[in-house]
């Protein structure tokens, strides 16, 4: 898998306060409670995320989502919010005018389990 870096120089996201979890677990009936098993380490995020690009950034964001992850199906590492992983962007990301700036808002599956 070709693997793309986040642009050096670009902001990192406002990561959303409400993310998802991969599903991961089972439960089974105990003798006294319910027990919990996990099945499956990955620890992956489906997170919204959100950025306040400038005019050049944003230039740089558009060229790189379209060229570097195939119009976003590809993965890529990132270092967002003090932890390393791997992200893709889970659907099209939306634009919009803020002022001078652009406000990009996307849901991204971020895999923070890799080595």
């Given amino acids: 898998m070709v693997q793309a870096h986040w642009p050096g120089g670009m902001p990192d996201p406002k990561l959303g306060s409400a993310f998802e979890t991969a599903e991961g677990r089972i439960q089974s009936d105990g003798a006294v409670a319910l027990q919990e098993r996990i099945i499956d380490p990955n620890h992956r995020q489906t997170v ?14 558009v060229s790189w989502h379209r060229w570097r992850l195939d119009d976003g199906a590809g993965w890529f590492s990132v270092g967002w919010d003090g932890r390393e992983g791997l992200a893709r962007f889970i659907g099209n990301y939306s634009c919009s005018m803020d002022g001078a700036n652009r406000a990009v808002t996307a849901t991204v599956e971020i895999d923070y389990a890799v080595s």
Avoid at 48 to 61: C, D, S
Wanted: avoid cysteine; hydrophobic fraction near 50%.
């Fill in 48 to 61: 919204q995320v959100n950025w306040l690009f400038t005019e050049p950034q944003w230039q740089v964001f």
